[in-house]
């Protein structure tokens, strides 16, 4: 049984503040190496006030953004759906080490619109979006499946002052090594943990994620952002299991292995467990 190894990917030139339970992440592993982002994902790193439009196709029905940002600082993201667009948008805020900062469904302007409205950052760092569904935000099109539409949209983040520069952008992750089991633990602080694997256009991967205590759900991104596969109870009762996941590109991709309620993992109320995990995953 090999434990995950973190590392911090990208380039900061100020050292990056993180919660202890953060930092606490890395100390099974050998401390890990920087990496600059370019190497690592090719995400889009979002300036202050710029406005995305953008749209999901096909079978993808979720995609990441990235921003830098400070302490203290009250950021605003809005998801708007276009005019003759059937999307209901749902967006969600993530730390650079998985923690949930914000989330929303229907709180926009617009009708099913989503905005998350002067969340104050917690520390120094580089933040995810994940821009979704209602409808797909834990779940994704199979291969043989497409959208009947595309879903347009219109995405803009504000308040924060850092840079869109890619060597500026850093996340902690774990690796995922063919064949080799790793473990992990999703926390209400840091419910959402982050694994990367290079990756070969042609290349069929299998990944499955179990614990026996709480209901797994596994994400699995491409380097631009574009998830690729997702899923919930694939691997038997409420463990996860993507199989046969064709990689159409060269790359690293990002997984996300976490909880099916991490989107509530910091309300009182929330249906969130966490706990001890497995990952694996395979490549034919």
Known sequence: MKH????????????????????????????????????????????????????????????????????????????????????????????????????????????LSSLIDGVEL??????????????????????????????????????????????????????????EVTTGNSTAEEPVIFYVFNGRAGDVIDITLTSDDFDTVLHVFASGGERIAADDDGGGSTNSALTGVELTEDGVYLVFATDLYFIDAVEESSSFDGGMFEITLEVR
Not at 56 to 83: C, H, P
Not at 154 to 168: K, V
């Open 4 to 111: 995950n190894h973190h590392l911090i990917y990208g380039l900061f030139v100020v050292l990056l503040l993180l919660p202890l339970s953060a930092a606490a992440q890395t100390s099974s592993g050998s401390g890990g190496d920087a990496v600059a982002a370019e190497e690592v994902l090719t995400l889009p790193i979002l300036d202050p006030g710029e406005v995305i439009e953008d749209s999901f196709s096909g079978n993808v029905t979720a995609k990441l953004y990235a921003f830098n940002g400070l302490a203290g600082e009250r950021v605003t993201i809005s998801m708007t759906q276009d005019a003759d667009s059937s999307l209901d948008p749902y967006i969600v805020l993530l730390g650079p080490a998985g923690q949930v900062i914000a989330a929303d469904d229907d709180s926009g302007t617009e009708f």
């Open 122 to 179: 917690p520390f120094d760092g580089s933040y995810f979006i994940l821009a979704s569904s209602y409808g797909f935000v834990n779940s994704f099109l199979r291969s043989n499946e497409e959208l009947e539409e595309d879903l347009a949209y219109t995405l803009t983040a504000a308040g924060f002052s850092g840079t869109s520069e890619t060597s500026s952008f850093r996340y902690l992750a774990g690796d995922l090594f063919p064949g």
